[in-house]
């Protein structure tokens, strides 16, 4: 059996109008060009026929965990272009890329947070 696909993410922040500058930054330079304004809750959506999305729910007392959120890069060139930007935009907590030795191998990756402490990746597995 293969393992499903993602179809979508519901990421919780506290305050979208604090995150939206970070988020409307990041998530086209993933793919995610497509952005739904629905008042509460903010949608970046990749133009392809899976019509995947990545969404940011508001939920006021929200306290971001340990959990992360990985998205996967073609190659590691995409990571490096993605850390660059990271820097760029003060990214929490960034981790440039690197290879991460006790993963399994090849593994090739950006770690980072958002404005609010919610964590996130980007890796390519080439």
Request: proline share 8%.
């Amino acid at each position: 059996m293969s393992c499903f696909p993602i179809d979508h993410i519901d990421h919780r922040v506290r305050s979208i109008a604090a995150v939206r500058p970070f988020y409307d930054r990041l998530m086209p330079a993933l793919g995610y060009t497509q952005i739904d304004d629905c008042g509460s809750a903010l949608e970046y959506y990749c133009p392809d026929e899976a019509n995947q999305f990545f969404g940011l729910h508001e939920r006021a007392h929200h306290e971001p965990s340990d959990t992360r959120v990985a998205f996967a890069a073609p190659t590691r060139a995409d990571v490096d272009r993605i850390g660059a930007l990271l820097h760029e935009m003060g990214a929490r907590a960034l981790e440039p890329p690197h290879d991460c030795l006790d993963y399994i191998q090849p593994y090739y990756a950006v770690f980072f947070e958002d404005p609010e402490g919610n964590k996130l990746e980007v890796c390519c597995r080439r």
